[in-house]
C-alpha cells in the first residue's frame, strides 16, 4: 500500500488525494506501492517438497526445476527448492543402500 509522503498514512491508490491532510497523491506514490509487493512462491518448489517427504526421488528433478524458474524469474522458493532437491538425493541414497544389500543377499 502507498503511504503520504507529508503525514504517512495509507493511501487508496483510487484516491486523487490524501484523505488524512490533503495532499495530493502522485502517480509515483502507486508506482511504489505495487513495487513494494513480494513476488510469489515458485509452485515447483512446494510441488518438489511435498515429493521430497513423500519418499519421492522426482523431488530432484522438480528441484532442479524449481531453482532454475526462480533464477530466471526471481519468484520465492530458493530455500524450499534446494531441501527438497537434499531431501530427494538422500532418498536416492537410501534406495541405492536397500537395492544393494537386497541384490546382495540374492
Given at each position: 500500500?502507498?503511504?503520504?509522503?507529508?503525514?504517512?498514512?495509507?493511501?487508496?491508490?483510487?484516491w486523487?488525494?490524501?484523505?488524512?491532510?490533503?495532499?495530493?497523491?502522485?502517480?509515483?506514490?502507486?508506482?511504489?506501492?505495487?513495487?513494494?509487493?513480494?513476488?510469489?512462491?515458485?509452485?515447483?518448489?512446494?510441488?518438489?517438497?511435498?515429493?521430497a517427504?513423500?519418499?519421492?526421488?522426482?523431488?530432484?528433478?522438480?528441484?532442479?526445476?524449481?531453482?532454475?524458474?526462480?533464477?530466471?524469474?526471481?519468484?520465492?522458493?530458493?530455500?524450499?527448492?534446494?531441501?527438497?532437491?537434499?531431501?530427494g538425493?538422500?532418498?536416492?541414497?537410501?534406495?541405492?543402500?536397500?537395492?544393494?544389500?537386497?541384490?546382495?543377499?540374492?
Open positions: 500500500m502507498a503511504t503520504c509522503a507529508t503525514c504517512s498514512a495509507e493511501l487508496n491508490p483510487a486523487r488525494f490524501c484523505v488524512y491532510c490533503g495532499t495530493a497523491v502522485t502517480p509515483t506514490a502507486v508506482v511504489e506501492a505495487a513495487a513494494e509487493q513480494k513476488p510469489r512462491v515458485n509452485y515447483v518448489s512446494v510441488i518438489a517438497l511435498i515429493l517427504f513423500v519418499g519421492g526421488v522426482p523431488a530432484i528433478a522438480f528441484g532442479h526445476i524449481a531453482l532454475a524458474q526462480i533464477k530466471e524469474t526471481g519468484e520465492r522458493g530458493r530455500t524450499i527448492a534446494i531441501v527438497a532437491t537434499v531431501l538425493y538422500l532418498w536416492l541414497v537410501v534406495f541405492v543402500i536397500l537395492f544393494v544389500r537386497w541384490a546382495g543377499g540374492l
